[in-house]
């Protein structure tokens, strides 16, 4: 406005951030939000009638969702009328690869997803349990049978489809909790709770970033359970996790 030079140190910025964030007030910060497990959605597709279109449709975007270590933005639209077909996922958005083991691996090119604007692609693989995300989905496509081109999780309404909005959605999770006698959880337990999983799982950390498509170490944050996570870094015995350790943290090559 002025025509002055804009000049700022990046060193006193970061030290003045660190502060703020260390001062401020709990009443202005979020509380930790709670992450959902397989045991929740175990629950959850107890308290689910699948046969109904969208409750069908919530269950597969739900478990789609987890295991993609997505966030709810991506696979929901903010409102009914809002769909776009270049910025949403939809049925024609899906491919099936495999791997060199013969894996067969379900892929969704997102257009458009919270940390890239240009969209990337996201999967998962078929799992044990009725939180499996291939029989769920299978079930979403006979039930819903959604237009090609449209909404991924559209459901049949009043002879219409109707797209899959974030209220919706997150309406029917918390209706669904209730229902099976558990606290609501809120929308992005789904990625911190799927976060949680794979690292319990001993995915390595650099996996899991890529995984979530993070461009920073954010995702640490969610480490509600140190503990266990940990648990294989910190043994008194390293020589006995040799093999564990060599495959999360590769030698360094000269």
């Known amino acids: 406005m ?5 000049s700022h140190n990046n060193t006193k910025i970061e030290a003045l ?9 709990t009443s202005s910060k979020r509380k930790p939000q709670e992450p959902y497990t397989i045991s ?13 279109p969208a409750e069908a449709a919530v269950f ?16 929901t639209i903010p409102h009914l009328d809002a769909f776009d077909p270049s910025l949403h996922v939809k049925l024609s958005n899906i491919t099936h690869e495999k791997d060199q083991q013969g894996l067969m691996v379900m892929n969704f090119c997102l257009p458009r997803m919270k940390s890239a604007l240009v969209g990337e692609d996201i999967s998962w693989v078929q799992q044990h349990g009725p939180s499996d995300p291939q029989t769920v989905f299978q079930n979403h496509l006979t039930v819903n049978n959604p237009p090609r081109d449209g909404h991924l999780f559209a459901y049949k309404h009043k002879g219409s489809y109707y797209p899959l909005t974030k209220l919706k959605f997150t309406t029917a999770l918390s209706s669904t909790a209730k229902k099976a006698g558990i606290k609501p959880l809120q929308g992005h337990g789904i990625c911190i709770g799927s976060t949680l999983k794979y690292l319990l799982c001993n995915v390595p950390f650099n996996v899991i970033k890529i995984k979530g498509h993070w461009a920073s170490d954010t995702f640490l944050i969610y480490l509600h359970r140190h503990a ?4 294989l870094y910190i043994q008194a015995s390293p020589p006995l996790h040799k093999s564990f350790l060599c495959y999360t943290i590769p030698p360094i090559h000269h």
Request: glycine fraction near 0%.
């Open 2 to 6: 002025h025509c002055l030079d804009w």
């Open 17 to 25: 951030l660190k502060a703020t964030v260390i001062l401020a007030p």
């Open 40 to 52: 929740t959605l175990e629950m959850m597709h107890s308290n689910l009638n699948l046969v109904d």
């Open 60 to 75: 597969a975007c739900l478990t789609t969702m987890f295991l993609c270590t997505a966030h709810v933005r991506e696979f």
């Open 228 to 231: 266990q996570i940990l648990a």
